[in-house]
């Protein structure tokens, strides 16, 4: 247990609808990043946050947005789904945007899109 | 365009076997190599890799690091089922943020 949350566990969307995903981070970590992992592939970086702000972005169209709270708390928001945005949404906490210090990932959100 | 390659994609050996898992990496101004051991969902850390040449040990698992190859090892002796996993190598390299890209991981099946 990493002490990092997330929510829903699966969802099931269809095409062009929104979606808005979910993190709690551990306490005292004031930097998130998320990440999509498709099927049987690695991780791709979408984007961090540090101290609610963005603080470096991956290759993510903007339709894929978040927002960080002063509670840890963080969102994942995907507009206009796509067949291609099904995976596994990830989200890492760390006590800084560097890389000296640790990520720890939650569980992940299961999306699917039809 | 940032690149981590790994290889191989999915092994099956026995309880007791020792394992390499090679990662190779392109990168504009490298920072870091990451390994992950991902069970079901959420990755975990194994070790962290700046400089070349010296080794990260824990218990059965080690890595080293050659940043003149661009490449990496993670070793994994007297191998137990519980090592059966997908194991990631990430690179951080030059963007700002932990931009980490990550290979496909290498799938470990550890038989009794």
């Known amino acids: 247990e990493t002490g990092v949350t997330q929510s829903p566990t699966h969802l099931i969307k269809t095409r062009g609808q929104q979606v808005t995903l979910r993190c709690s981070s551990q306490?005292?970590?004031?930097?998130v990043s998320w990440y999509q992992q498709a099927l049987g592939q690695g991780p791709q970086f979408i984007f961090q946050y540090y101290r609610e702000e963005e603080n470096g972005r991956g290759n993510f169209p903007p339709r894929f947005s978040g927002l960080q709270f002063p509670n840890y708390s963080s969102e994942l928001n995907v507009n206009a789904l796509e067949l291609d945005d099904s995976a596994l949404y990830l989200c890492?906490?760390?006590?800084?945007?560097?890389?000296?210090?640790?990520?720890?990932f939650g569980p992940g959100t299961r999306l699917t899109v039809l | 365009e940032d690149k981590v390659v790994q290889s191989p994609l999915s092994l099956v050996v026995h309880e007791g076997d020792t394992v390499t898992l090679n990662c190779s990496y392109e990168v504009t101004n490298f920072r870091s190599l990451l390994w992950y051991k991902q069970e079901k969902k959420a990755p975990t850390f194994l070790f962290m890799l700046?400089?070349?040449?010296i080794e990260k040990k824990s218990g059965r698992l080690s890595s080293i690091l050659d940043k003149k190859e661009l490449f990496s090892i993670l070793n994994i002796t007297a191998t137990q089922t519980g090592d059966s996993a997908v194991y990631l190598c990430?690179?951080?390299?030059?963007?700002?943020?932990?931009?980490?890209?990550f290979g496909p991981g290498t799938r470990l099946s550890v038989l009794p």
């Open positions: 700046t400089s070349s040449g």
């Open positions: 890492a906490s760390s006590s800084g945007p560097s890389s000296y210090n640790e990520q720890f």
């Open positions: 306490s005292g970590h004031n930097t």
């Open positions: 990430a690179v951080e390299g030059d963007n700002y943020g932990q931009n980490f890209v």
